[in-house]
């Protein structure tokens, strides 16, 4: 059972969580989110990094709120042995060490894969890091975007013939994170087969590196004839597939394969469809940049993007309107599925996070999870736990080992 | 147990109907893990991207990086008796997984409940562009129209033209991460409770899962920030995106503490509290001043990113080349990691694919996965697991309801 009192597909599991930032916590949010009871352990007295952004009113981060749905915050001074040993008893009431750490870093507190082990025979430790625990560059300092820079996915955005893009989405963190879910919980249940726990190893630059479906196996079968790297808007194995310019706005049109006379229909040019100028997506490639002008000429026979989507619909061409991230909220598909939510903070109110991205027949609504203030925690943890009284927990509190804060 | 060797997941068994690329990562994921996996692909041409990156003897790349481990089962999909097939395998599988348009599983008679009947525990995962509900559910999807309905495509380009197109499957590879992840999970519940459950997973709710800050930034300041792209330049801490120096690009995260590594870096130690560039804030408000600077500083101090890198990494400054796809297949630390690893194909030989992002103390090895040709466990499966005699398996080739070819 969750500390929120509904049953999930995890209700049970227990995870103690020294994540930070974005990959780590959505690692263990994922676990929250599917009903694991995950203790946050924050290091006193500023707690995890990700309460410094988007604050935009009462100290309270909107960003902390997003990616620490449904944990409990237990903040204390890991400087004083006394917080440590507090740590390190939890260790054997839980199934889960996560953290993201670089590397090393965990093994420097006294917490190593083996101290692990010597406290709770079966844990299994989740590392989560930019770069990976080996390998010559695991010692640098890791953000999303040095991950996505060595993996050649920066590489592939934007014109070839300038410098590339960064897409302004938490890609790598947030994939990084589920894949670290997906490891926690394939092992986890062969623990629960066999008793034996383990040490995971997730990295955003080999998630990133996941993404390449074609490119790092073109360059090699093809003896370097053909090199993948950015090329503007459009996709280099089928045409037309691409952003597309409309009136006051873009579209995406996937007018490929067996699409192509379905968009020649729709465009009232039926002779294009044999034409063997265009009648195969490699004829199209060929000619692309004609092909493309063929289209946002047509595009532009509609006074907005809309239209234009409305009516390519009717003759079932794959096609979107390119939607701004605000247009998103109450785009009503969105919301139907989900895919927007909208939670109500204890300080905020409402306010719209992007929504649990797995469904689960046998649990349709999602946990009502809240993100904890620093500290929230901290007695619950410490006496339902631990078995600490009050008083001992008051004492912790004015040493300093221990600490709160409303935010 | 596949290949003879154990992993973490030996013990199970999947009807795999996916195609194309979300859902076949799905069960790629799984069978990487041990599972045993059972392709079925329609006959006579099988998956549709059997088409798809084939440079010598009619066999796919991609099909092969797509579906490493899987084993073949080619039948004609519209014969009675092939779904007889299909029906009496799902009788002893714990997990199907489909990627079809919303409806047409339960067209062809193998809906959830359907399947229920077949097996009462299973777990049916339905991955699909836009989900299995809501408005858009019936739309033709592919990867990039899901991704322009999340808003993640108008975060990428500059603000005033229309934006780029990642040229990765971050979209359809982490969604079928998304679905393992939802599969492990359900498989667990079931291992806790014998229930099965039906998962819905949809590739605009992964992209959505994305944005760690762009929605709760619009909703949390009631639009007055209206996240959108912005170049190559983070929006919220700078120095932080994509800089140019000679003979290519460099990523650069000075922000924060730094900051004052990279002016000593760039042995300008008088910026470090400079009334223009001394803060976050202020960086932020004379961005462009901060990137001309520092690009300046990078054009005319290196001859190269190399040594640029090399220089800045001696100060503690987080930094990455950006690399092309080439260069990533030869790095040492990709290489060491496994994160670009080498398949043998029995058919094309040798190539590079990503690796397997997941990393198990347990099982340090990679499985040695093939992927199949067509119908290459035909016979395997129909005697292994319907104990039909090779006589009879020969009646159903001469039927037309099984199917073979080697590519």
Not at chain 1, 66 to 83: E, F, M, Y
Not at chain 2, 104 to 132: D, F, H, R, T, W
Not at chain 2, 326 to 346: F, K, W
Request: glycine share 8%; charged share 25%.
């Amino acid at each position: 059972m969750t500390t929120q009192g509904t049953q999930h597909v995890l209700s049970g599991l227990r995870v103690l969580d020294f994540t930070r930032a974005l990959a780590g916590p959505t690692c263990s949010r994922m676990l929250a989110e599917m009903g694991a009871d995950v203790i946050k352990v924050e290091s006193a007295p500023k707690g995890d990094l990700g309460r410094n952004f988007s604050m935009f009113r009462n100290k309270r981060s909107l960003f902390h709120v997003q990616h620490n749905r449904g944990k409990k915050s237990l903040c204390v001074n890991l400087r004083d042995p006394r917080g440590m040993a507090l740590v390190t008893e939890l260790i054997q009431h839980v199934d889960i060490v996560v953290e993201n750490f670089k590397p090393g870093v965990m093994a420097d507190m006294g917490l190593s894969y083996e101290r692990l082990k010597d406290l709770k025979p079966d844990i299994i430790l989740c590392s989560i890091s930019a770069l990976g625990q080996t390998g010559p560059l695991a010692h640098k300092p890791g953000y999303d975007y040095i991950a996505q820079a060595y993996s050649g996915v920066t590489s592939m955005v934007g014109e070839e013939n300038d410098a590339p893009y960064i897409p302004l989405v938490g890609m790598g963190d947030v994939s990084t994170g589920v894949h670290g879910a997906l490891a926690v919980l394939a092992a986890l249940r062969h623990r629960d087969n066999t008793g034996r726990g383990q040490h995971l190893d997730v990295a955003l630059l080999d998630v990133y590196y996941h993404y390449h479906e074609v490119n790092v196996h073109t360059p090699r079968a093809t003896e370097g004839a053909i090199q993948p790297t950015r090329v503007g808007r459009h996709m280099t194995y089928a045409c037309p597939s691409g952003v597309f310019r409309g009136n006051g706005g873009y579209l995406v049109i996937m007018a490929i394969f067996h699409h192509w006379p379905d968009f020649c229909k729709a465009i009232k040019r039926p002779e294009l469809i044999d034409d063997p100028q265009y009648n195969t997506d490699q004829a199209r490639l060929e000619r692309r940049d004609e092909v493309i002008k063929l289209v946002e000429d047509w595009l532009q026979t509609f006074p907005d993007v809309e239209s234009a989507v409305a009516y390519l619909e009717e003759f079932n061409v794959p096609v979107a309107p390119v939607l701004s991230v605000a247009e998103t909220l109450d785009y009503p598909h969105l919301r139907e599925r989900g895919t927007v939510t909208t939670i109500n903070d204890p300080i905020h109110g409402d306010l719209d996070v992007p929504g649990f991205p797995l469904k689960f027949s046998e649990f349709p609504d999602e946990l009502p999870l809240h993100a904890p203030t620093l500290g929230q925690h901290n007695e619950e943890v410490l006496t339902s736990y631990l078995g600490r009284s009050v008083e001992e927990v008051q004492q912790l509190r004015e040493a300093g080992v221990v600490v709160e804060e409303n935010r | 147990m596949a290949y003879g060797m154990e992993h973490i997941l030996s013990d199970l068994r999947v009807l795999d109907f996916t195609r194309a690329l979300a859902g076949p990562s799905c069960t790629r994921m799984l069978a990487e893990m041990g599972a045993d996996v059972i392709k079925v692909e329609s006959a006579p041409r099988g998956d549709m991207v059997r088409g798809i990156s084939v440079f010598e003897k009619e066999r796919s790349l991609y099909f092969i990086q797509q579906n490493l481990g899987k084993k073949s089962l080619c039948v004609n999909i519209r014969d009675p008796k092939a779904m007889d097939i299909i029906k009496e395998l799902i009788a002893q599988m714990d997990v199907v997984v489909e990627n079809f348009k919303p409806g047409v599983i339960a067209q062809m008679g193998l809906g959830y409940e359907e399947l229920k009947k077949i097996k009462p525990n299973i777990i049916l995962c339905s991955i699909s562009a836009l989900g299995q509900k809501g408005p858009l559910s019936t739309k033709p999807g592919y990867d990039y129209i899901a991704q322009a309905y999340s808003g993640v495509t108008s975060m990428i380009g500059d603000p005033d033209e229309a934006p780029y197109l990642p040229l990765v499957g971050m979209g359809d590879v982490s969604t079928g991460v998304h679905a393992a992840l939802a599969v492990v999970s359900a498989l667990r519940y079931r291992d806790r409770t014998g229930e099965g459950q039906h998962l819905d997973i949809g590739l605009l709710d992964v992209y959505y899962h994305y944005h760690e800050v762009n929605v709760h930034q619009y909703s949390g300041t009631k639009g007055k920030m209206n996240p959108t792209r912005a170049g190559r330049h983070l929006t919220y801490v700078c120095p932080a995106g994509i800089f140019r120096a000679k003979g290519g690009s460099v990523v650069i995260m000075a922000f924060l503490h730094h900051w004052k590594d990279l002016c000593a870096a760039m042995e300008k130690p008088e910026l470090v509290e400079h009334e223009r560039y001394g803060t976050e804030a202020l960086r932020l408000e004379h961005r462009d001043e901060v990137v001309e600077i520092i690009e300046d500083w990078l054009q005319a101090t290196f001859s190269d990113v190399e040594s640029a890198v090399a220089h800045m990494e001696q100060f503690g400054v987080p930094v990455a080349p950006v690399l092309s796809v080439a260069e990533t297949t030869q790095h040492p630390h990709l290489r060491e990691r496994g994160t670009v690893r080498t398949i043998d194909d029995p058919i094309v030989g040798e190539f590079d694919i990503p690796g397997m992002p997941l990393r198990f103390s347990r099982f340090p090895d990679d499985l040695p996965l093939k992927a199949p040709t067509l119908g290459q466990h035909n016979e395997e499966i129909l005697s292994a697991y319907l104990k039909r005699s090779p006589e009879e398996v020969q009646q159903l080739c001469e039927a037309g309801v099984l199917f073979e070819k080697n590519s």
